[in-house]
C-alpha cells in the first residue's frame, strides 16, 4: 500500500513556473515507477510524464516536453514535477501515481495521490 499526497499548485501567470511534488508513504517507493497525469473537465486524465523506479529514465508527453521535468529523491519518498514556461493549456488538475512498471496509461497505475490544481493565467 502506498498513500501520495501531492502539493505545489497554484495560481501563476503565463511564462512562470510552478514545481509539484509528491510525497509517498512506506518504504517501499524506490519499487515504484512514478507518473504525472493531469485532468480537466469532461476530458479523460492524460499522462504528463513518467519516471523509472531508480529516476535513470523518464518519458514526457509532446506537449510538455522541453518545458517539464520529472525527478524524485528516494531517500525522501518524494517524486516532483518542475513546470517552466507554463501555458494556459497547462491548467488542470495534476495527480502522481504509482505502478509496479513503467507505463503510460493511467489505467495501469495502482495508488494516487488526492490532485492538486494548477491554473496558468494568460
Known amino acids: 500500500q502506498v498513500q501520495l499526497v501531492e502539493s505545489g499548485g497554484g495560481l501563476v501567470q503565463a511564462g512562470g513556473s510552478l514545481r509539484l511534488s509528491c510525497a509517498a508513504s512506506?518504504?517501499?517507493?524506490?519499487?515504484?515507477?512514478m507518473g504525472w497525469f493531469r485532468q480537466v473537465p469532461g476530458r479523460d486524465r492524460d499522462i504528463v510524464g513518467v519516471i523509472s523506479r531508480s529516476g535513470g529514465s523518464t518519458y514526457y508527453a509532446d506537449s510538455v516536453k522541453g518545458r517539464f521535468t520529472i525527478s524524485r529523491d528516494n531517500a525522501k519518498n518524494t517524486v516532483y514535477l518542475q513546470m517552466n514556461s507554463l501555458k494556459p493549456e497547462d491548467t488542470a488538475v495534476y495527480y502522481c501515481a504509482a505502478a509496479s512498471y513503467v507505463s503510460y496509461t493511467h489505467r495501469e497505475y495502482d495508488y494516487w495521490g488526492q490532485g492538486t490544481q494548477v491554473t496558468v493565467s494568460s
Open positions: 512506506g518504504r517501499t517507493f524506490s519499487r515504484y515507477a
